[in-house]
T-cell receptor
Framework: RKEVEQDPGPFNVPEGATVAFNCTYS??????FFWYRQDCRKEPKLLMS???SGNEDGRFTAQLNRASQYISLLIRDSKLSDSATYLC?????????FGAGTTVTVRA | EAGVTQFPSHSVIEKGQTVTLRCDPI?????LYWYRRVMGKEIKFLLH????????ESGMPNNRFLAERTGGTYSTLKVQPAELEDSGVYFC?????????????FGPGTRLTVT
């Protein structure tokens, strides 16, 4: 079983739309949670940490459900620049485990 | 503030040769990590340094891989001898020791091709 299973997409959405996707993780001892974005042939860039109470960063909202071991990301008012692969990442003892990524394409 | 840097950006070598990758972490970051992404797979953890000490090397695939971080600054990852399955993108990341959230910041990666 993979440590992090992610909704693969792709999600093709028009500018201004809302898009949401999620992931699940297998190890209940996981300590912290993140969303990274990765553009083609680039490094993963930290988008946001995910807190138990849920958190927002501008147009991005992340939710964590520890009981269900489920993490979600919602993007409001999508921009062309949001087109990327979004990686669900969990941390256990400094070791990050990555999902395979969800591809989002925002079209004009 | 400069980010994580890696050298070289690309390397093409023949099977059986040796390659050394270098990573310079963000200044002041005591934690340094190596990860690898092989074609079609997720990014996988290789190892973790705290300063010059190896904290966790559970992800190292075999003894052909040797990582060092002399002096607790930059790190090198040597592959000797390289095999075809070692091809992939090798990422380095760093984080502050005191960061409770343990956010890791990634370098641009070294794309290794073994032919």
């Amino acid at each position: 079983r993979k440590e992090v299973e992610q909704d693969p997409g792709p999600f093709n959405v028009p500018e201004g739309a809302t898009v949401a996707f999620n992931c699940t993780y297998s190890n209940s001892a996981s300590q912290s949670f993140f969303w990274y974005r990765q553009d083609c042939r680039k490094e993963p860039k930290l988008l946001m940490s995910v807190y138990s109470s849920g958190n927002e960063d501008g147009r991005f909202t992340a939710q964590l459900n520890r009981a269900s071991q489920y993490i979600s990301l919602l993007i409001r008012d999508s921009k062309l620049s949001d087109s990327a692969t979004y990686l669900c990442v969990v941390n256990l003892d400094y070791k990050l485990s990555f999902g395979a990524g969800t591809t989002v394409t925002v079209r004009a | 503030e400069a980010g994580v840097t890696q050298f070289p950006s690309h390397s093409v070598i023949e099977k059986g040769q040796t390659v050394t990758l270098r990573c310079d972490p963000i200044s002041g970051h005591d934690n340094l990590y190596w990860y690898r992404r092989v074609m079609g797979k997720e990014i996988k953890f290789l190892l973790h340094f705290v300063k010059e000490s190896k904290q966790d090397e559970s992800g190292m695939p075999n003894n052909r891989f040797l990582a060092e971080r002399t002096g607790g600054t930059y790190s090198t990852l040597k592959v000797q001898p390289a095999e075809l399955e070692d091809s992939g993108v090798y990422f380095c990341a760093s984080s502050q020791f005191t960061s409770g959230r343990r956010e890791q910041y990634f370098g641009p990666g070294t794309r290794l091709t073994v032919t």
